[in-house]
């Protein structure tokens, strides 16, 4: 145990004074939440503010019906070629050219759910229904969420907490890397230190630090982002299957980083392997771009990548409020590959030797 | 007394060493000679466990080894202490034992005046002195120093071979490899030249050096003018 204890010390020390390191595990998730939060918030209608105008008989009173939901009526142009030239400008979005033919007119550049919720608006106004009166006719139960529906700052947290865990990678096997080029680890295992006790010595601290991460992302969704003008993190009721989930990814993460270091000859090749590794993972997991944007054959693609597995897991706990049973299938996989890559790296060392 | 029987290894089709015997002698300095790519380093590895042998064997009672390697085998952003604590700890030295082997080779590599500067700012010196200290933690009985003057001042090499000469004990082994012939034959009193993996002169040091003003001249004569890298 003694030997364990100085072996975590010693990685703590030296990950303390890796600023780099710190930066990439701490600071890079925690402002690309910050980012993603608020740049993504109109894309899941957080704060959507679209912003249109109605020319034509009794304009005032559909104006006056359409607005809500993130509609605002603006000053209605002069005439139809004054709207395309303000739609056409950017500084409407929206036109309706109410009359027996109704029409709308659409900025390109706004999204399509955007248009088609506008054009159901207008064809219950022009129905002679008001868009609220409908709303309510129906109510929308979003099951499990905590806020009622998914928000952009609910969508970046654990996708970029999940990035920022696999990142682990980068200061795990460029420590790892020193240790061989300077022969530290030599020294070490001429010491009588066992090689799987130096790898137990490097996944414990790792690990903690994941579990660190965690609890930070967490704060900055909950504290930040609000302070920069998003939603706050809506926490989840069940602390234990979120911790779950953190320790399943983790697991996974150093798998990934052990490998690495056990693999990369060189700090460049582990950077390179490790960074474009995660960011591959990451683009096709649905971190970058959810995946319920992506079409129907991405979405079965980003099915191969770890960072989707543990988003999964993430999202069982955080927004459908899932019990222990709904992220089984996510964190069985993520310790299958989290094994198997500890495996590989053993094999891969005893390949190689020290 | 190390015996080294008839040790072979190769890296995949080349042979490193090739039926290698060698007798070192307690409380000797034993002096590892060769040209670069010889086997001194590999006979090394095999020595301190890091590399099997194909063939052959290493007979003795050594147990508890100190490798002192030719890299700075340090960790850069930790301290000369946590450094010294740390190897310390993974060898399992522990509360007054590993106290009273700091106090001991802190003092006998004189670094008392650096041990809260971090490795990386030492000077060239300071930096052998420590990988030196850290391989006699756990005071070995065969201590394995691989070129451990490689560049240092002039001062720091005399205090260095000093030291080195200083750790002989009854009990204990040393094996020491370096190019510097000079200093091998001021603090060696047996030696071994080898060369592509074969040992070609070994035994003390006044037997190899037999009529010949300096081990250069021997170990010149022996292993030829051609340079290998």
């Known amino acids: 145990m003694r030997r364990l204890a100085a072996l975590w010390a010693k ?5 303390s004074r890796d600023l780099h390191g710190l930066a990439v595990l701490f600071l ?9 939060s608020l740049a993504l918030s109109d894309t899941f209608g957080d704060r959507m503010r679209v912003d249109f105008a109605v020319l034509g008989p009794d304009a005032a009173r559909i104006a006056s019906d359409l607005e809500g939901d993130g509609f605002r009526a603006a000053a209605a142009p002069a005439n139809e070629a004054a709207a395309r030239d303000a739609v056409r400008q950017g500084k409407l979005s929206l036109v309706l050219l109410a009359g027996p033919r109704p029409v709308v007119l659409a900025d390109p550049a706004l999204p399509q759910p955007q ?65 061989r080029r300077d022969g530290t680890l030599a020294r070490l295992v001429a010491q009588g230190v066992p090689f799987p006790l130096i790898l137990a010595g490097k996944i414990a601290p790792y690990f903690l630090i994941n579990l660190a991460q965690a609890g930070l992302m967490l704060l900055v969704g909950r504290s930040v982002v609000p302070w920069l003008g998003g939603e706050a993190l809506a926490l989840p009721a069940r602390w234990d299957l979120l911790l779950l ?53 991405m979405q079965r693609w980003a099915e191969l990548s770890p960072m989707a597995w543990a988003l999964d897991a993430f999202h069982a706990v955080m927004l459908r409020e899932g019990a222990g049973a709904a992220l089984a299938p996510a964190c069985l996989k993520l310790l299958a590959l989290g094994a198997a890559l500890l495996a590989a790296a053993f094999w891969l060392h005893r390949r190689r030797g020290v | 007394m190390l015996k080294i029987e008839s040790l072979s ?45 194909a063939a052959g064997r290493v007979e003795g009672d050594s147990r508890n080894i100190g490798l002192v390697p030719q890299e700075l085998a340090f960790y850069p952003m930790l301290t000369a202490r946590e450094n010294l604590r740390f190897f310390g700890g993974v060898q399992n030295l522990g509360g007054a034992r590993l106290r009273e082997r700091l106090e001991a080779v802190v003092a006998f590599a004189r670094l008392d005046g650096v041990l809260d500067r ?69 603090i060696c009193d047996h030696v071994a030249i080898i060369d592509a993996g074969r040992v070609l002169a070994a035994g003390p040091l006044a037997a190899v050096l037999g009529g010949a003003a300096s081990l250069e001249e021997v170990f010149l004569g022996l292993t030829n003018r051609r340079l290998r890298d």
Request: aromatic fraction near 6%.
């Open chain 2, 9 to 53: 290894f190769s890296y995949g089709k080349t042979k490193v060493l090739d039926d290698v015997t060698l007798s070192i002698p307690d409380r000797a300095v034993f002096g590892l000679l060769g040209p670069n790519g010889a086997g001194k380093t590999t006979l090394i590895s095999i020595l301190s466990g890091l590399r099997r042998p």
């Open chain 1, 28 to 36: 890079m998730p925690a402002a690309f939440i910050a980012i993603m």
């Open chain 1, 115 to 179: 248009v088609l919720a506008f054009r159901m608006r207008a064809l219950a106004v022009t129905l002679g229904a008001r868009p609220a009166d409908l709303a309510q006719a129906i109510e929308v139960e979003a099951v499990g969420m905590p806020r009622g529906r998914l928000s952009s700052v609910q969508q970046s947290v654990p996708a970029w907490l999940i990035f920022g865990m696999f990142f682990l990678v980068l200061p795990m096997s460029s420590l790892f890397i020193v240790e």
């Open chain 1, 245 to 297: 989930a953190a320790a399943c990814t983790s697991v996974a993460a150093l798998g990934w980083g052990l490998l690495v270091a056990a693999g990369a000859r060189t700090l460049e090749q582990a950077t390179v392997i490790g960074g474009v590794g995660n960011i591959l993972a990451a683009a096709l997991g649905g971190i970058m771009v959810p995946r319920f944007v992506m079409p129907q054959a």
């Open chain 1, 11 to 15: 990685e703590w020390l030296a990950l």
């Open chain 2, 118 to 186: 971090r490795a990386a700012e030492l000077s060239g010196g300071l930096k052998r002195r420590l990988n030196l200290a850290i391989g006699l933690l756990t005071e070995p009985d065969l201590v394995l120093l691989d070129e451990p003057t490689v560049g240092v001042d002039p001062q720091s090499r005399a205090f260095l071979l000093e030291s080195i000469g200083a750790m002989r004990s009854p009990a204990r082994h040393i094996l020491y490899t370096s190019h510097y012939m000079e200093e091998v034959q001021a």
